[in-house]
């Protein structure tokens, strides 16, 4: 069960139904002897997640059949889909891998791909076990008979990749499913999703007694879909009621930044700066001063001066600490009037967002066109 057995509702049962409601059958007596399945179907309380307790994974193969573009009304509803997915695509910078999962014989990922024949920046592919493959076909992209895998992105360097997954993460038994292949590679930089999923609060409150099949394992309310791709990394960028409200339509994206190696990079490259002045300025035999006595200034002063080689004394508008020592290297915390008495030449400021209010104050000391006053940059 994917809820806690105490947050779950019942809401309905069916016994004995097709675990496949769209295979191709050649004669009467192999359609009624399709395998069978039963249906419990219940809802989490807390995350609105809709699930069939009996559901088993269904083998989908190439005699499955599942295509809504032969009707022009459904047609015309999914250029629009089409084109806010290419027009998303035309304003992204770089090289983009369109990955369609679940994508039948290919007619939408046709539909995509046609609208960018004139772009050179990108490549498709698409997955579905129920493709049958048309050696005539000069399609640009590669459709791959089965299930998506993570597998295949493993050996593939990415830029950013579209994932389209219409009408596919209810069809298996953990929500999750298809975002496990995307997550094992963190290191692609941008991933956006475009998914399309049934409303089930629709379903409720129209009492569509025809959408509940055993081939959707599981069925989604908006709160629910949230929830997933938060827990999946993805922050949602839209999410709409399309299909005259039957179906949800989410844009989604999960953008990684490595902020690690960026601060990493930082850290190298101020601690190479400060570690040259400091040492640049003590074979001139220049005084440093440090504003500022708090956390800050512990933390600095530790990291270059533990033995107080190079700074003279740690200034602090705090009168409290003035006659103390900063912990752990021993520097002494005095006020603004030591500093005519110590003659320094530099003065690094801890946090800028005092630098107005220690500018002011150094207008009082008779030698302050000579000091040098440096921020932590």
């Known amino acids: 069960m994917l809820c806690n057995s105490k947050d779950v ?4 049962s069916r016994k004995n139904v097709p675990v496949i409601q769209n295979g191709l059958f050649d004669n009467e007596l192999s359609s009624k002897l399709v395998e069978k399945g039963n249906i419990e179907l219940y809802q989490c309380r807390k995350c609105k997640l809709v699930f069939n307790k009996l559901f088993k994974a269904v083998c989908y193969d190439q005699r499955y ?4 573009m032969y009707s022009s009304e459904f047609t015309e509803y999914v250029n629009g889909l089409k084109l806010r997915i290419v027009n998303f695509i035309k304003h992204i910078d770089g090289n983009v891998t369109i990955i369609e999962i679940g994508c039948g014989q290919g007619s939408f990922l046709d539909h995509v791909t046609r609208e960018l024949a004139s772009l050179d920046n990108w490549n498709a592919i698409g997955f579905d076990p129920a493709y049958r493959e048309d050696p005539a076909s000069k399609k640009r992209y590669k459709i791959y008979n089965e299930a998506f895998s993570g597998d295949y992105l ?4 990415f830029e950013n990749i579209i994932v389209i997954a219409r009408h596919v993460v209810e069809y298996f038994t953990a929500p999750d499913f298809i975002f496990e292949g995307i997550n094992k590679l963190w290191s692609i930089k941008n991933v956006y999703l475009f998914m399309e999923t049934p409303d089930f609060d629709w379903i409720l409150q129209n009492g569509a007694i025809e959408d509940i099949g055993y081939e959707r394992g599981i069925f989604f309310t908006k709160k629910s879909i949230q929830y997933l791709l938060y827990k999946m990394g993805f922050d949602i960028n839209f999410l709409k009621l399309t299909f005259n409200n039957q179906y949800m339509w989410i844009e989604a994206e999960r953008i990684t930044d490595d902020y690690v190696q960026i601060y990493q990079n930082k850290e190298n490259a101020f601690i190479e700066k400060w570690q040259r002045f400091f040492e640049k300025t003590y074979e001139q035999h220049k ?4 504003w500022g006595g708090g956390a800050k ?7 270059f001066d533990p033995y107080q080689k190079f700074v003279s004394i740690v200034i602090d508008v705090n009168s409290q600490k003035h006659g103390h020592y900063l912990a752990g290297t021993g520097h002494l915390i005095a006020g603004i009037e030591y500093l005519e008495s110590l003659n320094v030449d530099y003065i690094i400021v801890m946090n800028k967002n ?3 209010e220690i500018e002011a104050m150094l207008d009082t000391i008779s030698y302050k066109e000579k000091i040098c006053v440096l921020l932590l940059e």
């Open 154 to 157: 493993e050996d593939e360097c």
């Open 9 to 12: 509702e019942f809401i309905t």
């Open 297 to 303: 200034g512990v933390d600095f002063l530790n990291l």
């Open 287 to 290: 005084k440093i001063c440090i």
């Open 354 to 356: 005092y630098l107005g």
């Open 65 to 68: 059949e599942n295509n809504q």
